[in-house]
């Protein structure tokens, strides 16, 4: 028996047309996998490694993502669908109010958490905060049943030779709460094989939710939106990036090539005389830079053509909020 699935989209990303879903073997797990943690801590990067492409973007600058992004990874022996959070901070505005909501709501609907930190400081107050919040219930009493919690320190490869100490301040936070730890570096992929085994050890059997060679549930044009967020968080100055929304206006694809028009959305006239640059040079530079990873996305040739607009205090309207894709969602 097979089941049928609608919504996706080509290239390993959507189609329109009804997808049939084969039957799953016996035995066969899946099961849906948050990724939470603090931001900047490589929650990203890491699904990027565990899917085998790239779907989330990265920078090195904090809170980058935004959205509730599902990467999925089929194996012989389980379908993971891996989701992936914006990092726990303290909320300064409307946006930073939903995003936190929604991390907070995908701890309550999934099947495995994953809980990320970096290991190359010790453990902190925004780590037990978040400890907290998996261990509690919407109300702040400690939960009856919890949902499995494995602990993951990553970026290993950076740790001073001498790292006991913070190793330790992680593995009493993990005997606390009675969770399991694994150590890995999502940069170089060191412990990644022995985490996925330890999440499939996690997972109930299940149905296959998604076609096997599917990666992502997000369309193409959200996947396009956000990798020319990721230039503009790479190349422009720090005032810029939080400040930045994308909208995909028009994706026209030809045999020879695809045309996407996009428009940035920033606050202040001043964010746009830093992206626009000294004759058009960073808006050039980022347009460039975005189309080269497009290109990667589609495997074929793009025009990419970027416009500026102002859209005073966006991150503080629901309603401009809801415009540019960002809300609370829903468990």
């Known amino acids: 028996m097979e089941s049928k699935f609608s919504g996706i989209e080509s290239n ?26 603090r931001p900047n801590v490589g929650k990203s990067t890491l699904m990027n490694q565990l899917v ?38 303290k909320p300064h505005h409307q946006l930073g109010e939903v995003l936190v909501q929604n991390a907070k709501i995908a701890i309550e609907s999934v099947d495995v958490v994953l809980f990320v930190v970096d290991a190359t400081t010790p453990c902190g107050t925004g780590d037990r905060y978040i400890a907290n919040l998996l261990a509690s219930d919407v109300a702040g009493n400690v939960k009856t049943s919890q949902t499995p919690v494995i602990l993951g320190l990553n970026k290993i490869d950076q740790q001073p030779l001498e790292s006991q100490f913070l190793d330790d301040s992680y593995t009493q936070l993990a005997q606390l709460y009675q969770w399991q730890t694994v150590k890995f570096s999502a940069k170089t992929d060191a412990g990644l094989p022995q985490l996925q085994q330890l999440l499939i050890q996690q997972l109930e059997t299940g149905p296959l939710y998604y076609p096997p060679d599917l990666v992502t549930d997000q ?19 720090e005032e810029v990036p939080h400040s930045v929304a994308i909208s995909i206006d ?8 695809t045309r996407v028009l996009a428009t940035v959305h920033v606050e202040r006239d001043s964010q746009k005389g830093i992206l626009i640059g000294k004759g058009g040079t960073m808006l050039k530079a980022i347009g460039s830079a975005a189309r080269e990873q497009i290109q990667k996305l589609i495997a ?25 894709g960002y809300r609370v969602e829903q468990s």
């Open 52 to 89: 085998g492409q790239k779907i989330a973007i990265t920078s090195p600058v904090a809170q980058t993502t935004r959205n509730r992004l599902r990467g999925i990874l089929t194996t012989p022996e389980a379908q993971l669908i891996f989701v992936d959070t914006p990092g726990i901070h």
């Open 12 to 37: 390993n990303f959507s189609v329109s047309e009804e997808v049939m879903i084969p039957q799953a073997p016996p035995g066969f797990k899946s099961g849906f996998i948050g990724i939470i943690g």
């Open 219 to 237: 369309p193409e044009r959200f996947i396009m939106g956000e990798l020319i967020r990721e230039q503009i968080l790479l190349l422009t100055r």
């Open 300 to 324: 074929g040739k793009v025009y990419l053509e970027l416009f500026v607009k102002v859209q005073p205090k966006w991150r503080q309207s629901r309603v401009s909020l809801a415009e540019l």
């Open 250 to 257: 028009q994706v026209e694809e030809t045999t020879a090539i």
